[in-house]
C-alpha cells in the first residue's frame, strides 16, 4: 500500500467521491440489516457482533475493506434518533444540510487556536456567535461541546468574577452538571433549592439567597431533560436583582424555542441572564456537537486570557492578529460554527421555527393519545416536547422490566424519569418526521410488553 490520499488538496475531492459512496451505501445497508431503532439483543450481543467486523483492530497490514465494513457494523448497532420510535434522550436526527457541512468542516480541518489555521472560520465564528447572542440578549457567545461544557465555563466564569467564595444556587432540577461543575472548580457545597412541581420555587431562592452568604451564583433552567419544564424565569431574575446574585440559566434544551415566533415567550427573562447555555444538537439538529454559551458582560471573558507565544504573540495580535486562545478553555477546536452557520442560513428563522412547532405539536399529539387510553396515565401536558407516561396499574419495577424490554428486542426507545415519587417512562419527540401512526404505534408496543 502506497501512501493514502488526503481529504483536502488538490486531489482530495477526487479521493473523497468513492469513498462517500463506500460510506453511504455502508450506512443504507447497516441501517436495513438493523431494521428498527436500536440493534436487538441487549449489549452482549452488539458487542460481540462488532467485535466480529472489528476482527483484529491494528493488524499487521491494512484491509481495504475496513471503512465499508467498520460503518456497516456501526449503522447495523447503532441507536437511531431519525427513527420515530427512538425517543429516550435530548439526541436529536441532525439535518441533512448539516451534515454535509460537517463533513467539509473535517475535510478542511481548520484549528480555532489560532488564526494561522483557520482564517474564514475564525470570521464566521465571530458573525454567527454574535447573531446567536443577540437572540438571548447577550453581547457574545463561545463555542462548546453542549450544555455540560456550557454550565461549567459558566460556573468557572462566575468564580473568576466574584472569588473562590462563589455559592452556587440551584433547583433540585439543575442538570447534574452544574453542581458537579461547582465541585469540579473547588466551590463551596452547592445549595439546591426545592422544585416541587418539577421547577425551581422562587420563595425557596429568595429565602436560600437570604440564608446563605453570597457572593451567590443562580443556576436556573429552561427545559429540564427530565420532564422538559422551564423555570419561572422572570421571578428568578427578580429574586436574584434583588440579592446582587449573578444569574445563568441553563436553556440547553429550551433555548431553540427562541426561533419559534410560537413559543418564544416561554422564554421571557433570558435576557436577564448574566449567561445562557444554548446547546444546537437538541432543537437545533445539528450533529453533536454543537454548543454555546452566551455571555452578557464581555469583561468576564477576562478570565479565559491566556498567553501561548506561538499561538497569539504580542506582537501579533498587536498587528490585528486575532487572539482565539480566549474563547475557549480548549486549544485545538473544530469549526463547528459551519455546520450552524449553514443551517441558520438555509433554513432561516422562519423554517427552524416551523421544526420547532412540529415536534412541539407532536409531544401535545401524544400527549392526548395517552391521556384518552384507559390504560395510560399521562403525568402532565407537555410544555417542550418531552412527555411523561406510565402504564396505569403498574408498578415502579414494571415500568423499568417494560423499558428494557423494548430496549432489548430494538423495538423502541424511551427513557426513564422519576417525578412524583413515582418512575415514568419518557418520550421526547425531536424527530419532524414523526407521523401520528408512529405515535400510536409506539403506545401500542409499551401495552403489549407491560405484565398483566
Same mark, same amino acid.
Given at each position: 500500500?502506497?501512501?493514502?490520499?488526503?481529504?483536502?488538496?488538490?486531489?482530495? /475531492?477526487?479521493?473523497?467521491?468513492?469513498?462517500?459512496?463506500?460510506?453511504?451505501?455502508?450506512?443504507?445497508?447497516?441501517t436495513?440489516?438493523?431494521? @428498527?431503532?436500536?440493534?436487538?439483543?441487549?449489549?452482549?450481543?452488539?458487542?460481540?457482533?462488532?467485535?466480529?467486523?472489528?476482527?483484529?483492530?491494528?493488524?499487521?497490514?491494512?484491509?481495504?475493506?475496513?471503512?465499508?465494513?467498520?460503518?456497516?457494523?456501526?449503522?447495523?448497532?447503532?441507536?437511531?434518533?431519525a427513527?420515530?420510535?427512538?425517543?429516550?434522550?435530548?439526541?436529536?436526527?441532525?439535518?441533512?444540510v448539516?451534515?454535509?457541512?460537517?463533513?467539509?468542516?473535517?475535510?478542511?480541518?481548520?484549528?480555532?487556536?489560532?488564526w494561522?489555521?483557520?482564517?474564514?472560520?475564525?470570521?464566521?465564528?465571530?458573525?454567527?456567535?454574535?447573531?446567536?447572542?443577540?437572540?438571548? =440578549?447577550?453581547?457574545?457567545?463561545?463555542?462548546?461541546?453542549?450544555?455540560?461544557?456550557?454550565?461549567?465555563?459558566?460556573?468557572?466564569?462566575?468564580?473568576?468574577?466574584? +472569588?473562590? =467564595?462563589?455559592?452556587?444556587?440551584?433547583?433540585?432540577?439543575?442538570?447534574?452538571?452544574?453542581?458537579?461543575?461547582?465541585?469540579?472548580? @473547588?466551590?463551596?457545597?452547592?445549595?439546591?433549592? $426545592?422544585? $416541587?412541581?418539577?421547577?425551581?420555587?422562587?420563595?425557596?431562592?429568595?429565602?436560600?439567597?437570604?440564608?446563605?452568604?453570597?457572593?451567590?451564583?443562580?443556576?436556573?433552567?429552561? +427545559?429540564?431533560?427530565?420532564?422538559?419544564?422551564?423555570?419561572?424565569?422572570?421571578?428568578?431574575?427578580?429574586?436574584?436583582?434583588?440579592?446582587?446574585?449573578r444569574?445563568? !440559566?441553563d436553556?440547553?434544551?429550551?433555548?431553540?424555542?427562541?426561533?419559534?415566533?410560537?413559543?418564544?415567550?416561554?422564554?421571557?427573562?433570558?435576557?436577564?441572564?448574566?449567561?445562557?447555555?444554548?446547546?444546537?444538537?437538541?432543537?437545533g439538529?445539528?450533529?453533536? $456537537?454543537?454548543?454555546?454559551?452566551?455571555?452578557?458582560?464581555?469583561?468576564?471573558?477576562?478570565?479565559?486570557?491566556?498567553?501561548?507565544?506561538?499561538?497569539?504573540?504580542?506582537?501579533?495580535?498587536?498587528?490585528?492578529?486575532?487572539?482565539?486562545?480566549?474563547?475557549?478553555?480548549?486549544?485545538?477546536?473544530?469549526?463547528?460554527?459551519?455546520?450552524?452557520?449553514?443551517?441558520?442560513? /438555509?433554513?432561516?428563522?422562519?423554517?427552524? =421555527?416551523?421544526?420547532?412547532?412540529?415536534?412541539?405539536?407532536?409531544?401535545?399529539?401524544?400527549?392526548?393519545?395517552v391521556?384518552?387510553?384507559?390504560?395510560?396515565?399521562?403525568?402532565? $401536558?407537555?410544555? !417542550?416536547?418531552?412527555?411523561?407516561?406510565?402504564?396505569?396499574?403498574?408498578?415502579?419495577?414494571?415500568?423499568?422490566?417494560?423499558?428494557r424490554?423494548?430496549?432489548?428486542?430494538?423495538?423502541?426507545?424511551?427513557?426513564?424519569?422519576?417525578?412524583?415519587?413515582?418512575?415514568?417512562?419518557?418520550?421526547?419527540?425531536?424527530?419532524?418526521? /414523526?407521523?401520528?401512526?408512529?405515535?400510536?404505534?409506539?403506545?401500542t408496543?409499551?401495552?403489549?410488553?407491560?405484565?398483566?
Open positions: 500500500m502506497g501512501i493514502p490520499p488526503l481529504a483536502s488538496g488538490p486531489h482530495g /475531492t477526487d479521493a473523497l467521491r468513492p469513498l462517500i459512496d463506500t460510506v453511504l451505501d455502508a450506512l443504507r445497508t447497516g436495513t440489516a438493523r431494521g @428498527g431503532p436500536l440493534p436487538a439483543g441487549g449489549p452482549d450481543a452488539v458487542a460481540a457482533r462488532m467485535a466480529d467486523a472489528a476482527g483484529d483492530i491494528l493488524p499487521d497490514r491494512g484491509d481495504p475493506d475496513a471503512l465499508r465494513v467498520l460503518v456497516t457494523a456501526l449503522a447495523e448497532g447503532a441507536a437511531d434518533p427513527h420515530p420510535l427512538c425517543t429516550a434522550h435530548l439526541h436529536a436526527p441532525p439535518l441533512a448539516a451534515a454535509a457541512a460537517d463533513l467539509a468542516a473535517s475535510i478542511l480541518n481548520p484549528s480555532l487556536d489560532s494561522d489555521q483557520a482564517p474564514a472560520a475564525t470570521a464566521l465564528e465571530t458573525l454567527v456567535t454574535r447573531a446567536l447572542a443577540r437572540e438571548t =440578549g447577550a453581547a457574545d457567545a463561545l463555542v462548546t461541546t453542549g450544555g455540560t461544557e456550557s454550565n461549567q465555563l459558566a460556573v468557572l466564569l462566575a468564580r473568576e468574577r466574584h +472569588g473562590a =467564595g462563589l455559592r452556587l444556587v440551584h433547583g433540585e432540577n439543575a442538570h447534574h452538571s452544574l453542581p458537579r461543575a461547582a465541585r469540579l472548580l @473547588g466551590l463551596p457545597d452547592p445549595v439546591a433549592v $426545592p422544585a $416541587p412541581a418539577g421547577t425551581l420555587d422562587p420563595a425557596a431562592l429568595d429565602e436560600a439567597l437570604t440564608r446563605v452568604p453570597g457572593p451567590h451564583l443562580v443556576a436556573a433552567t429552561a +427545559g429540564t431533560t427530565d420532564a422538559g419544564l422551564i423555570d419561572p424565569l422572570p421571578d428568578i431574575a427578580g429574586r436574584c436583582a434583588a440579592h446582587a446574585a444569574l445563568h !440559566i436553556a440547553s434544551y429550551g433555548g431553540g424555542l427562541l426561533f419559534s415566533d410560537r413559543h418564544r415567550a416561554r422564554l421571557t427573562g433570558l435576557e436577564t441572564a448574566d449567561t445562557v447555555a444554548l446547546d444546537l444538537h437538541k432543537l439538529w445539528q450533529p453533536i $456537537p454543537a454548543g454555546l454559551l452566551t455571555v452578557t458582560d464581555q469583561d468576564d471573558l477576562a478570565a479565559l486570557h491566556h498567553r501561548a507565544p506561538y499561538l497569539n504573540a504580542d506582537d501579533d495580535t498587536d498587528a490585528g492578529l486575532p487572539d482565539l486562545l480566549h474563547r475557549s478553555p480548549r486549544t485545538s477546536r473544530r469549526p463547528d460554527i459551519l455546520k450552524a452557520a449553514v443551517t441558520l442560513k /438555509t433554513l432561516g428563522r422562519t423554517g427552524l =421555527g416551523a421544526l420547532v412547532d412540529q415536534v412541539c405539536t407532536l409531544a401535545q399529539d401524544f400527549a392526548r393519545l391521556d384518552t387510553h384507559p390504560g395510560f396515565r399521562l403525568h402532565a $401536558p407537555p410544555t !417542550i416536547s418531552t412527555v411523561l407516561f406510565r402504564p396505569a396499574d403498574a408498578t415502579d419495577d414494571a415500568v423499568a422490566a417494560v423499558r424490554a423494548l430496549l432489548t428486542t430494538g423495538r423502541a426507545v424511551l427513557g426513564r424519569a422519576r417525578a412524583d415519587g413515582r418512575l415514568w417512562l419518557k418520550a421526547t419527540l425531536l424527530n419532524p418526521h /414523526t407521523r401520528p401512526d408512529d405515535l400510536t404505534a409506539l403506545l408496543l409499551v401495552e403489549g410488553h407491560t405484565p398483566r
